[in-house]
Structures are given as C-alpha cells and as structure tokens.
C-alpha cells in the first residue's frame, strides 16, 4: 500500500485532473493553479517513489528538448511574434504531462480512468440536454452554469444542430477511450465493468454528434470502427471459438441498431447529415443563438472555405522552408490570420507545425511517439490490461486527428491526451516487473 503523503498526493491530483477536463480552457484563474497543482503533485510523486526513466527514454527526450531549446532560440533570433508561446508549448507541455503520465500506477490509473468517465458522462449528459434546448426549447439551465460553460446551442433549417460548450473539447480524449473501451474483447481490472463503461460511451458518442463538430463526430466514429477491427484481430489472435465471434458480432449489432435508432430521433439529425441522408426542415423557433438559424448554412460555409484556404496558405509557406520551417510563433507572409490576437495560430494544426519546425523537426517531434509505441507493444505483449493500453493509443491518436480542424493543442489542458497512453503503458510495464525498483518512460 501506498504511504498516506503519496495517497493525498494522488487524490489533489485528481482533483485537478476532473477539473481540467471539465472546463480546459478559459476561467485561467482556476484552471492555471490546477494544471500547476497537477504538475506539483505528479513530480512529488515521482521523486518520492525515485522513479528513474528508460535509457531509452532519457535520450529520446534529450534530443527532443536539445532540440526544442535550440529552435526556440533560432526562432526568436528570426523575430517570429508568437516564438515565446509556441515554444512554451513545445516545452512545456511535454514536461507537465509527461510527469504526470511517469507519476501513475496501477490504482491511479483505475481511478484516473474513473474521473475521466465520470467526468465525460456529466458533460455528454448537459451537451445532450443543451441539444434537446435547441429542438424543443427546453430545459432551461441555471445561469452560473450557462456563464462558466458559455452555453449556447443553434438549430439550422434543415436540422443540423451546432453548440457551443467549453468543456466539449475533452470529448475528443474521453468520448474516444470510452468507445474503443466499451467495444474491445477481453477484461481488463483497470477499467469499470463493461456495463458502466458502455452505457458511458453510447452518452459520449452521442454528445459528439450533436455538438456540432464535424471533426471530433469523424474520429469517434473512426475510433469506433478501427476499435472493432482490432477486436475481431484480437479474438482471432487469442484463437477464441465461433462461439466467442458470434457474441462479438451480436454486440456489434446491438450497437449499430442504437446508433441507427438515435440518428433517427430530432437530436440525430447530424448523423444523418453527415451519412448523406436529408434531414428535412427542423421545427419553427428552434434556434437559441443570437446569430439565427437562418444565417447557421452561410456561416457554416464561410468557415469551411476559410479552412481551406488556411490549407493552402500553410502548405505554400511550408514550401519555402521544406526541411526546417520557418520556427516557433511564425505567421505567414502573405497576412493570412485565423486570429486577431495570436496570428501565429491556425486551427490545421498538423500543417501548423509543418510550417514551424518543417520534416526534420516532426522527425525530432515523433521519437517519443515510436517509443511509446515500441512500449505499448512490450506490454500488450505481457497480456495485461490490453483494453486500456489500446483505448489510451486511441486517445492519444484521436487528438492528433481531431487537431487538423481545431486547435486543441494550443491550451496545455488538452496535454493530458497525449500523455495518457504513456501513463498506462508505463503502470503496465511497471505492474509486470513489481516489486523491482522503478523504471518507466
């Protein structure tokens, strides 16, 4: 059992962790003690326990911040505007989340996943009743919540239901653990029983589709389908009877007969949207946003081009630095901005840093990803926890994706999706070698 001082630590931890993933951006009054409470705890945690990271670890991160530090430098020689916010990215957020991903194990994780859950399911829960508020017009919130979430949600004339909703964003980490958690085969003692952890992922995935995100509903449904892929991979791998495949198939249908049947009620009509299929005409006064359900398609429109547009912009920028990009906080020549304030910032984010640190530096950027990879495979391999090591790899790929059409990666209280996979595989591999003294990336 863990010493009292390392459970209290434990608990401030996750604490903090709810809160960020409740509302990770805006109220910075609340939000930056809690990510340094989150940092504090976790490199407490780690000295505490003397944790010491691979070799491997200790220089595949060397060479990451040797040469983080040194593109800061030469960006900021370059005069780039945004230098010092991006780099404090680059820096920073790495070395939060990465200690507190090296700070978990085995009963943190099994609690960690919990808040994660529950935390998912309040929010999918409130998005779902704010999208029932644009349909119907009811019900009604309270105003301090409306305020701190900055509520608000549109109804277009043909049904597509869009809202706005801060914590909405943790969806893409949450809603995409619980998917690939709910629909892998096999037990895992870190997760919830499969009827808490289901239930919580039909919420999620529905909050997803009416949150108006056309982005976050792909990679879950993305998540969905390769999760199942995997599954029946898994099945075949494990040389499970026809028996064990036909049950698999008759969950599988369970659960595309749900989807079917949400998408067909009034707060189903993006998914139909998304399929293809015409939703008709939503009901007379449903929209709750100042902006008007009339002006909903042509701002919609607007958005997508200017979108697209950023694509271009960025590529041809890209081109002109190919191997080193133009450095951290750069903006583009050409004036094009997708922000007043921070000009440097662009909602492509995989383009974005394309554009900063060119191929050499996403080479740099991806070492750490092989070794996590290269870990996950280790503990896959030791058949522990398989469900939770995969839904972590799910989360952590899920915001790279989603991050090509929202900028989910320029507030550190998104970091912890990245991290989480090293987390879990880390207390795998750790649970494997116990009670040897620690060693863990």
């Not at 001082?5 to 910075?28: K, N």
């Not at 670890?57 to 990451?64: D, H, K, Q, R, S």
């Not at 704010?130 to 509520?151: C, I, K, N, R, Y």
């Not at 879950?220 to 995997?230: E, G």
Request: charged share 10%; net charge neutral; proline share 5%.
């Amino acid at each position: 059992m863990a010493p009292a001082r390392e459970r209290i630590l434990e608990w401030v931890q996750l604490a903090c962790l709810a809160w960020i993933v409740w509302l990770p951006v805006s109220t910075g009054m609340v939000l930056y003690p809690a990510l340094l409470l989150v940092a504090a705890t976790s490199l407490l945690l780690v000295v505490w326990r003397r944790t010491r990271p691979t070799r491997a670890a200790v220089v595949v991160w060397g060479v990451y911040y040797l040469w983080a530090v040194t593109w800061t430098a030469v960006s900021a020689a370059r005069g780039n505007e945004g230098v010092w916010h991006q780099a404090a990215l680059w820096l920073g957020l790495p070395l939060l989340w990465g200690t507190w991903s090296l700070s978990l194990r085995s009963a943190q994780v099994r609690r960690t996943i919990v808040v994660l859950l529950g935390v998912g399911c309040v929010a999918g829960t409130l998005m779902l009743l704010l999208a029932l508020q644009g349909v119907t017009g009811s019900p009604t919130f309270p105003a301090w919540l409306v305020e701190l979430q900055d509520m608000r949600v549109v109804v277009s004339g043909t049904g597509e239901i869009e809202q706005n909703y801060l914590g909405l964003s943790s969806l893409v980490g949450v809603a995409t653990f619980a998917v690939a958690a709910a629909v892998l085969p096999s037990s895992d003692t870190w997760l919830p029983h499969r009827a808490v952890v289901a239930p919580a992922a039909a919420v999620m995935f529905a909050a997803a589709s009416v949150s108006g995100r056309r982005g976050l509903l792909l990679v879950v449904l993305l998540v969905l389908v390769t999760a199942l892929l995997v599954g029946v991979g898994l099945l075949l791998v494990q040389h499970r009877t026809f028996k064990h495949l036909s049950s698999y198939a008759a969950g599988v249908a369970v659960a595309a007969a749900v989807v079917v049947a949400f998408a067909a009620t009034p707060l189903g009509q993006n998914l139909q949207i998304l399929a293809g299929i015409d939703a008709g005409t939503a009901p007379a006064g449903t929209a709750s946003d100042g902006a008007g359900a009339e002006d909903f398609d042509s701002l919609q429109a607007e958005s997508d081009q200017l979108r697209s547009a950023q694509f271009t912009e960025l590529i041809d920028a890209w081109r002109e630095q190919p191997l080193v990009g133009h450095g951290f906080g750069a903006t583009l020549d050409s004036d094009f901005t997708r922000s007043d304030e921070r000009p440097w910032m662009f909602e492509a984010e995989p383009l974005q840093a394309l554009m900063n640190v060119g191929i050499l530096g996403l080479l740099v950027a991806a070492g750490p990803v092989v070794l996590l990879l290269r870990r996950s495979w280790q503990a896959l391999a030791t058949g522990l926890h398989p469900r939770a090591v995969i839904a972590g790899l799910a989360t952590l790929f899920a915001v790279v994706l989603a991050s090509a059409t929202n900028p989910y990666l320029q507030a550190p209280g998104h970091g912890w999706m990245l991290f989480l996979a090293a987390g879990i595989t880390g207390a795998a591999l750790h649970e494997r070698r116990a009670p040897s003294p620690d060693a863990t990336d």
